[in-house]
């Protein structure tokens, strides 16, 4: 059997080096540290019933990345900053970093210019990116000044091409412009992204409550909301938090 086969026998993939910048996951030093995690689960209590209490992780945001990008990614963001300064706006105002991590290309964007961006990434016949296929929300308790993000998923179906824009606020002043007029499939999407992280999309047409009722208390999806101690409707029972359900200590 020749070399090639027993390489492949075993796993390893003969057109790349296995190391720790190529391996799945992997972001090496760089990016931005916003906390150091402990434990499979993070608590801090003594509630970590894993058996991997003893994990220590550091907890990264990736960093900008630096041209050449690869790829069609700088034909992308060419286009972008071209079609921003036409519009007599300096692209570093409105484009906070521009990262390129796991193979995906993501514009940070200023949230105050973040309609406009939009709409030229919609508009502009070198782009051409006619949907948005959703926005995410993620809780960053540690990310100080900037704890909520948005981040929006846009795709060309005239280039084919795939690309993120996201966006953050403070815990303070949780808003958002909403992209509902650029993007009018958003409508639901900013709503649960509301629901669940409380993030406030201004301009959208009714930013209410969609998978909640509409009393409820909080946030579900932020990473400080309880994950238990929530009263059982009807039945006036509680629901204890998991770090005090039981504990091996």
Known sequence: MSDANDT??????????????????????????????????GADNGGDTSGYGGLVRSVRLPGP?????????DEVADELEGALEEQDLLPANAIEKTVVDRGELTFHIEREHLVRVARTLRDDPALRFELCTGVSGVHHPNDRGRELHAVYHLRSITHNRLIRLEVSAPDSDPHIPSLFSVYPTNDWHERETYDFFGIVFDGHPALTRIMMPDDWQGFPQRKDYPLGGIPVEYKGAQIPAPD????YS
Do not use: C, T
Not at 30 to 38: D, L, T, Y
Not at 65 to 73: H, M, T, V
Not at 244 to 247: A, C, K, L, P
């Open 8 to 41: 492949a026998g075993d796993g390893v993939n003969p057109e790349k080096d296995l190391s720790a910048e190529n391996l799945p996951g992997q972001r090496g030093r760089g990016g931005e540290e916003i906390r150091v995690q402990r434990g499979m689960f």
């Open 65 to 73: 990345a630096s041209r050449p990008y690869g790829g069609w990614f």
């Open 244 to 247: 005090q359900r039981r504990s």
